[in-house]
């Protein structure tokens, strides 16, 4: 009795321990964010949680109008690793308004606004006076890797770098896609922190939604940017969040296994895993 008692006790607590569900933190601006860029747009981390079931809780810390920088400069970054409970997974996703260079006498709401980085994909940086404060400005993968680094080092089980979302493939009239500079930049900086082996991984998250709305065809595409060509309808911020999960599950990361969905189901929808090579650090 006593003994039984005993085992069933020692029993519960090891399926507590293993019934822990891993959040997923996601950093990024508006075509991420809750409410994505207002005025009944979304943003695609809204409907992520629906790929993952009860297998993981998504915490949606994207922001509108936020870069690299501002993320970073903000301190939304150390929000999350002041949350962040070992076992999690950071998704970074950053680069459309990560673009040009960082000005002097910006404030908050003139000029770069303060989210430019320096250019560069290396240590370059920049000095500038952004709302009265110098500001020492480092480029895009230098803001990426050094989150990343301090997100595995509080014992995250992993970080994804994605790369930004396209605009509205079918804006001139005609399919056209091509991979911007932070997309290749999100690369870099995955491959420099070590890529898979050091539960590092890119999901090539622009390619998947362009291949994903160029199955969809123009007109509904088109309908689905109600604002302008970059912040989506729900229903697109959808498709954009089903893109995410088919490039995590076309790569080698673990937590495509915590994934509800079937690959075959995702890309009978969404279209096929995208060619991809031992370089690719998916
Ligand atoms: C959003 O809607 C508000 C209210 O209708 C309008 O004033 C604003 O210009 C819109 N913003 C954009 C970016 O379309
Ligand atoms: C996400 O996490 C942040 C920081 O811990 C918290 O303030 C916020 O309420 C969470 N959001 C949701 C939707 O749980
Ligand atoms: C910046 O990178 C260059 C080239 O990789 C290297 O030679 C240099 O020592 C680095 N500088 C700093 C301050 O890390
Ligand atoms: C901003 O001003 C400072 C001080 O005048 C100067 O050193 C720096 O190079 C300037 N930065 C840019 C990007 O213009
Ligand atoms: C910057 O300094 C000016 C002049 O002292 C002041 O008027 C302004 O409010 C300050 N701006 C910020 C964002 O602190
Ligand atoms: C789209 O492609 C078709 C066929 O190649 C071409 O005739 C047409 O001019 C193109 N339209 C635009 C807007 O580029
Ligand atoms: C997975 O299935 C759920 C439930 O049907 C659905 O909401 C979600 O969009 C699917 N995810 C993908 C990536 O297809
Ligand atoms: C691997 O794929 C990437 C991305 O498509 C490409 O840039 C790279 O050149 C390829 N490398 C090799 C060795 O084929």
Same mark, same amino acid.
């Given at each position: 009795? %006593?003994?039984?008692?005993?085992?069933?006790?020692?029993?519960?607590?090891?399926?507590?321990?293993? +019934? %822990? @569900?891993?959040?997923?933190?996601?950093?990024?601006?508006?075509?991420? +964010?809750?409410?994505?860029?207002?005025?009944?747009?979304?943003?695609?981390?809204?409907?992520?949680?629906?790929?993952?079931?009860?297998?993981?809780?998504?915490?949606?810390?994207?922001?509108?109008?936020?870069?690299?920088?501002?993320?970073?400069?903000?301190?939304?970054?150390? %929000?999350?690793? &002041?949350?962040? &409970?070992?076992?999690?997974?950071?998704?970074?996703?950053?680069?459309? =308004?990560? +673009?040009?260079?960082?000005? =002097?006498?910006?404030?908050?709401?003139?000029?770069?606004?303060?989210?430019?980085?320096?250019?560069?994909?290396? =240590? &370059?940086?920049?000095?500038?006076?952004?709302?009265?404060?110098?500001?020492?400005?480092?480029?895009?993968?230098?803001?990426?890797?050094?989150?990343?680094?301090?997100?595995?080092?509080?014992?995250?089980?992993?970080?994804?770098? +994605?790369?930004?979302?396209?605009?509205? @493939?079918?804006?001139?009239? =005609?399919?056209?896609?091509?991979?911007?500079?932070? *997309?290749?930049y999100s690369q870099l900086a995955t491959l420099e922190l070590g890529g898979p082996a050091s539960n590092v991984f890119f999901v090539q998250h622009g390619g998947y939604a362009a291949q994903a709305q160029r199955l969809l065809g123009k007109t509904v595409v088109d309908a689905n940017y109600p604002m302008d060509h970059t912040h989506t309808a729900p229903f697109l911020a959808d498709v954009h969040s089903q893109a995410f999960v088919l490039g995590l599950k076309c790569g080698t990361s673990p937590l495509a296994n915590l994934v509800v969905n079937a690959t075959a189901r995702i890309? &009978?929808?969404?279209?096929?895993?995208?060619? *991809?090579?031992?370089?690719?650090?998916?």
């Open positions: 009795m %006593k003994l039984q008692s005993m085992l069933a006790c020692l029993l519960s607590t090891a399926i507590v321990v293993s +019934a %822990k @569900v891993s959040t997923i933190w996601l950093a990024g601006d508006s075509t991420t +964010a809750p409410d994505g860029g207002h005025n009944g747009t979304e943003g695609w981390g809204q409907y992520l949680k629906y790929s993952f079931g009860d297998q993981a809780v998504v915490n949606n810390s994207a922001y509108a109008g936020r870069s690299a920088r501002s993320f970073t400069r903000e301190g939304r970054f150390d %929000k999350i690793a &002041q949350a962040l &409970q070992p076992g999690d997974w950071v998704v970074i996703e950053f680069g459309i =308004n990560d +673009a040009g260079a960082p000005q =002097n006498g910006s404030t908050s709401t003139t000029g770069d606004k303060g989210r430019a980085d320096c250019p560069g994909a290396g =240590n &370059q940086t920049c000095t500038v006076v952004f709302n009265n404060a110098t500001e020492v400005v480092q480029t895009f993968p230098t803001y990426v890797k050094a989150t990343a680094r301090k997100f595995l080092d509080l014992g995250a089980a992993g970080v994804v770098i +994605a790369e930004q979302l396209p605009t509205n @493939v079918w804006e001139s009239g =005609n399919y056209s896609y091509r991979s911007p500079i932070f *997309a290749y890309e &009978q929808a969404r279209g096929p895993c995208l060619p *991809a090579n031992a370089t690719l650090p998916i």
